[in-house]
């Protein structure tokens, strides 16, 4: 059908008109299903936590030196905050592991360690592992090598020069692949990432969550305190782990050494939403649960005997309650209320030795004053007074009420000192509650409101009175510069120098330092 051409205009319109309001009907659908949220959003699995496979500090390690549900190894140094996995020697080794297996399917640690050392570069690195046998020792971070299940490698020596080090690297294993020193696992790597965690001011915060078969590492980059601050580092998906293994963490050192402290592990169970975890009941074998109940059984025996053996050494307490042993409600609200009472009446007692001090200062200042005024008062012509004087008389003025409204305030606080020290006497004989305290609290919050208008009326007759402000103190002259511009100049050029030369010394002491395994 042909359209004529004078029409085209009002067809070409009617068109963009109607392009409009579908592609804004359109903006405005998305725009309504993404706030509402119900196809977008999904609920995150349930966290558990397992204390069973976890430590932290401050009563990280037992007095005989070992960890609760872990393992020790190699040069491992446990403490009350932090496990020392390698100190900062050459060709150590080092690793803790967890003691019994862990058999959920999802799972999501979160490990708090620092990596410090003096040059500029470090080696050899930390790692974190999941693997179906302990890796007590061996040539990977201090852990063995041909291990099946997955590792998360922190590797901070730059083995193939490639400068893409130090980088977080996410490595599976079969027990049949050996670990490649020489790339730094590059070849063999499935993820990651390139974050410098050696030297900063708090901790490395990694987060390793595996969930529906995906393998996600988030990291704390040391340079904030906040604990939620992580950024992305690397995913792995379609990844198949075993289902049973041990956790464990490792650390080595070569020819360069670094400090591998890991100040916590925690670890979480991950349930699927709407799926709750089994119970922890259903998780201890018989044989430990029968174990339990007869250790418990004892217990309980004993603490019958002790309590025969008690009541017969003291049959003087047999008929007493055991809640008149300890604190309750009551007491322990009167035992607050009279602490708050001793408070109030220590602050108002250095309340009142800062009045008198002011007291005696503005007390001082009117005898000056006065005698000033007297010495100009016997130079006055006829009555008539100049200035200066006028000045000084509404000095004198204003420090004689000033004088006076201090004294009214140290009356109310020694007559509040004294209504105290009658409450305090009278809740100790009788106790708290009755009328005549609650009329004593009142009549002192009464001369504390007399107090604080008192203080707001002083404050401003001396802000309307800005003559009467004190004169100011003469400002001191600059000091002169001890330094002159010619040495400060040579000093700079001599601490460059010498840094350079420093640099340079520690570049040569640290490409002489090899690597060993």
Partial sequence: MAVPIARLPAVNA???????????????????????????????????????????????????????????????????DQVRI???????????????????????????????GRGRMGADGLAVWFTTEQGLDGPVYGAADQWNGVGVFFDS???DGKKNNPAILVVGNNGKLVYDHQNDGSTQALGTCLRDFRNKPYPIRAKITYYRKTLTVMINNGFTPDKEDYEFCTKVENMIIPSEGFFGISAATGGLADDHDVLSFLLFRLSEPGQQPPP?????????????????????????KKKEEFQKEHPDVQGEPIEDLYESASDREIRQVFEGQNRIHLEIKQVNRNLAMILDEQRRYVTIVSDELAKKGTNAVSGQQDPATQQLSSIVATQQEVVRILNEMRNSFHESLK???????????????????????????????????????????????????????????????????????????????????????????????????
């Fill in 157 to 159: 020596f730059d083995n």
């Fill in 280 to 304: 922890v009941e259903s998780e201890i074998p018989k044989e430990e649960k029968d174990k339990y109940q007869e250790e418990f059984q004892n217990f309980q025996q004993e603490l019958d």
């Fill in 419 to 517: 209504q105290l020290g009658s409450v305090q006497h009278q809740g100790n004989a009788v106790g708290m509650g009755t009328y005549e305290t609650i009329q004593h609290f009142n009549d002192i919050k009464e001369h504390l409101h007399t107090v604080k208008r008192d203080v707001e009326h002083l404050v401003q007759r001396n802000a309307q009175n800005p003559s009467d402000k004190a004169v100011k103190c003469p400002e001191l002259p600059p000091l002169p510069s001890c330094l002159s511009t010619v040495h400060f100049v040579i000093f700079v050029v001599i601490q460059t120098v010498l840094f350079f030369c420093y640099v340079m010394y520690k570049s040569q002491q640290e490409a002489a330092a090899k690597k060993f395994f």
């Fill in 86 to 116: 390698t100190p900062s020697l050459r060709s150590q080794r080092g690793s803790v592991w967890t003691k019994n297996k862990i058999n959920f399917e999802n799972w999501e640690a979160e490990v708090t360690f620092r990596v410090s």
């Fill in 14 to 80: 009617q068109v963009w008109m109607l392009t409009f309001v579908t592609t804004l009907l359109f903006h405005r659908g998305v725009g309504d299903v993404s706030v509402s949220g119900v196809p977008t959003t999904e609920e995150g699995p349930h966290r558990r936590f397992e204390y069973k496979y976890s430590f932290k500090g401050p009563h990280l390690s037992q007095p005989d030196g070992s960890i609760p549900f872990w393992i020790h190894s190699g040069n491992a140094i446990p403490s009350a």
